[in-house]
């Protein structure tokens, strides 16, 4: 009877103490529960937690379920609530003050769980980055990321989508350009806890914060030239809309074309970038319909812009230059592209350049399945649209 007695005693202690350091038991009133007794049971979990993993070589059984629990605290409050962020952030620093009290040769190693902790640790960032970015809440995003790489001690445990909703959630807040430079130099300054290389996609939403939401189309150009990071298509596009967005009205002239005034260079420096980039992918091979399409939707912005006598870009000219690289390219243009072509035929007032490629467009209906190796497509209701404009 006394040894059933304390057993249960045992067992009621251990679900009472785990209860208390993991954030699964909420207030009513801000959704986590803070409170000494919380700190006291979090500092001893990690005390344990250094001493298994010093003394056996792996991770402790009650690790993993904190971390999972905290995600569970964080999915549940309410979209704003960060508190539980916050909290987590805490645990966080207090394992990072036990590591560092010990030597160097007693830090913590990794070797059984290691993809299960990995996994629990970025769930919980990126949810948590997905819920700052969503509260407004800057400062949290970069603490939690610095606490996060100490944190892993050298392992790579981190995946580089942590970096990419980091960057993402940063976007949407005030933050300002430097915190985006920050965070992008962090992810790639060859950090042992990256579990891989940040990419394409990471560039490509860091491309996206510097040019959308800082209005850094010039320093996203930079960044792209200056990255190691090979782009793909959406690198591209993304690059080529930027620059189509970036044109605005009473617009100065480039430079080049101040000096040359020639038909090699136009008055939009915009396009002048534009078509760089796009030979610059055609040597990658990265292209397919949507870059193309980027590239003329650029070409026609910058028609309706640059259109007075003196400062006039040549937008008829360059879409069928465009085209004819897509044909070199052996890329099928679609509605959307010839659209494009279409409309800025009309804003050059090349109404029968537009009536040839209409022609060429309905020729296509002639053909059943034989259709030529390259060929533009059956015209539909905005093809049309665009060239009765």
Known sequence: ?????????????????LSAFVPGRTSPRNGF???????????????????NTNIEGSLPNDLIPILQNYLRSIRTVHITNVKPI?????????????????SQEQHYTLVENYDELGDAM?????????KCGKAGDYRMIMSLMDA???????????SPRVFREALDALAQTDAGSSKLNRMWKLA?????????PVGAFELNIMLKSLGETH????????????SDIIGDCYTASTLLNLLAFSIHENQEVSKDWKINESETFSPCWQYEQGVRLLNDFVLQGN????????????????????????????????????????????????????SHVLSTFDKQHEWKAALTMLHSMEKQKLFDEKLPTWHLPKPNTYAYSAAIS
């Open 215 to 226: 209005q850094k189309v010039g320093a996203a150009l930079e960044l792209y030239r200056s």
């Open 188 to 196: 790639c300054s060859g950090l042992n806890v990256l579990s891989g």
């Open 122 to 130: 970025n769930d919980i960032l990126i949810h948590s980055f997905r």
């Open 287 to 338: 292209l397919n319909n949507f870059v193309f399409s980027s590239a003329l939707k650029l070409n026609e912005r910058a028609s309706e812009v640059f259109n007075q006598p003196g400062r006039r870009h040549k937008g008829a000219k360059a879409a069928l230059s465009i085209l004819g690289i897509m044909k070199a390219c052996n890329i099928l243009p679609d509605e959307i592209t010839c």
């Open 86 to 102: 916050w909290a987590l952030k805490r645990f966080l620093d207090e394992s990072n003050n036990e590591a560092n009290m010990q």
């Open 148 to 158: 996060a790489i100490e944190f892993c001690h050298g392992q790579p445990i981190l």
């Open 1 to 17: 009877m006394q040894i059933a007695t304390r057993i249960s005693l045992c067992l009621l202690l251990s679900f009472h103490t």
């Open 33 to 51: 529960q803070t409170n000494s007794r919380h700190a006291i049971e979090m500092k001893a979990a990690t005390v344990r937690w250094m001493e």
